[in-house]
């Protein structure tokens, strides 16, 4: 099963390729990736994940969480 996380970050590409990675780093398997541009210095982005089990989810979204750059993590419902 997929889920989708949706993001905001405060400084564009950059910190959205630092979530990607974090993401693979820690071995979470990232199925799509999406970008809408806010502005010039705000962007939101998507993240879809498979999830194998609850907690990798739950785990994924505290990990996003810790990155200074990021903020309004929650979950998309498409």
Do not use: H, P
């Not at 997929?2 to 993401?23: E, H, P, Q, W």
């Not at 809408?36 to 705000?42: A, E, P, Y």
């Not at 999830?51 to 810790?66: C, G, I, T």
């Amino acid at each position: 099963m997929c889920r989708t996380i949706s993001f905001k970050v405060s400084m564009g590409m950059d910190s959205a390729v630092r979530v990607l990675t974090t993401l693979r780093r820690k071995q979470f398997d990232v199925r799509g990736f999406s970008m809408v541009s806010l502005d010039d210095n705000n962007s939101e982005f998507k993240v879809t994940l498979e999830e194998k089990r609850q907690e990798s989810f739950d785990r994924a979204v505290l990990q996003m969480q810790k990155l200074v750059d990021v903020y309004d993590v929650l979950e998309a419902y498409i």
